[in-house]
């Protein structure tokens, strides 16, 4: 039997799996991949770092573990817990989540979330049809005067080729919570009364929906500004890639980073 003293020693050393006092602590953060980068590395990963540890590390493992993201150079974007990491320096800890993508498919034009301050306001992605009037009715208030409403839908031609079908993927959670502050800062910008964006995700076929964005307001002037102004921060901001299939092949759509979103180095 042991002693008092031995049980304490015992109890301390945490037996043999624990981590020796002149260990460097480590941590373990949930990598996710999305758009052409998952294409280039897998949906997700693990990676183990010494603590303290910051994106950057994370980031320069995974270019290592994952060398096809080389390709990408520096254009790779990077989120820590579903919010953009405006410096790669930040720290992160043992259970964080990464997400590492390319520039959301802004680049080429041709759940729900309930948002502060308005029961109307809503912000939702759907794999299912879009109702383009009905969410139009969704944001008429009585002391309103106007609603503007964007209907962007899949076309069938692109610089020449044929598309045959598109499809959206999303970083879900991180989306919604971008569609919230687009349309809390909607709300700062202009004289508007009410604010909707739906965006389908999955499969969309040519002709079909793939984005309303729906705005209120006393005048039409506000609510065109707004509407106008949505929809380019969203594609600007909003962790969306679209997958464009042609007949002689498919890409990824990418647009351009936003401002002061990190970027990550790569090279080659």
Request: proline share 5%.
């Amino acid at each position: 039997m042991n002693t008092p003293e031995q049980d304490g020693r015992a109890a301390a050393g945490g037996g043999a799996g624990a981590r020796r006092r002149d260990e460097p602590a480590r941590a373990r953060v949930r990598v996710l991949f999305f758009g052409a980068a998952r294409e280039a590395a897998a949906d997700e990963a693990t990676v183990e770092v010494e603590t303290p540890a910051t994106a950057r590390e994370v980031f320069d493992r995974l270019l290592s573990d994952y060398p096809a993201l080389r390709r990408f150079g520096r254009t790779l974007l990077v989120a820590v817990n579903q919010e953009y990491a405006r410096d790669l320096d930040a720290e992160v800890r043992d259970g964080d989540e990464v997400a590492v993508f390319p520039p959301v498919s802004g680049g080429h034009e041709g759940g729900a979330a309930e948002a502060p301050g308005g029961a109307r306001d809503f912000f939702e992605l759907t794999t299912e049809p879009i109702d383009v009037g009905a969410v139009a009715r969704r944001v008429v208030p009585r002391r309103c005067g106007a609603t503007v409403t964007l209907d962007g839908y899949a076309r069938e031609w692109t610089r020449g080729r044929r598309t045959l079908h598109l499809v959206y993927e999303a970083y879900e959670p991180m989306a919604l919570a971008e569609l919230r502050r687009l349309g809390a800062e909607a709300r700062r910008r202009f004289d508007i009364a009410h604010i909707g964006i739906v965006h389908r995700t999955g499969r969309t076929d040519i002709g079909e929906t793939s984005v309303v964005i729906s705005v209120s307001a006393p005048h039409r002037r506000a609510a065109f500004e707004a509407c106008e102004w949505a929809i380019r921060e969203l594609k600007r901001t909003v962790p969306i890639w679209k997958k464009e299939f042609f007949e002689d092949g498919s890409v990824w759509v990418e647009g351009e980073a936003a401002p002061g979103q990190a970027q990550g180095g790569g090279g080659g």
